[in-house]
């Protein structure tokens, strides 16, 4: 089974907790497998399936 890369861009106004992005990086969500890749720096809490989701690599 293949992912799908997303490309979305995200903007955040550094919340509280989460994680601190820079663009181009990518995250993975450890249950379902979906990846995002940021075009902008940004933080915050990036989640999916109810899980923060984990840096990856390209």
Same mark, same amino acid.
């Given at each position: 089974m293949s992912v799908e890369h997303l490309h979305i861009? *995200?903007?955040?106004?550094n919340f509280n907790g989460g994680v601190t992005?820079?663009?181009? &990086? *990518?995250?993975?969500c450890?249950?379902?497998?979906n990846k995002i890749e940021f075009?902008? &720096?940004g933080s915050g809490p990036i989640v999916?399936?109810?899980e923060e989701m984990q840096f990856t690599s390209k």
């Open positions: 861009i *995200m903007m955040f106004n992005v820079k663009k181009g &990086d *990518m995250l993975e450890t249950v379902c497998g075009l902008e &720096d999916c399936c109810d």
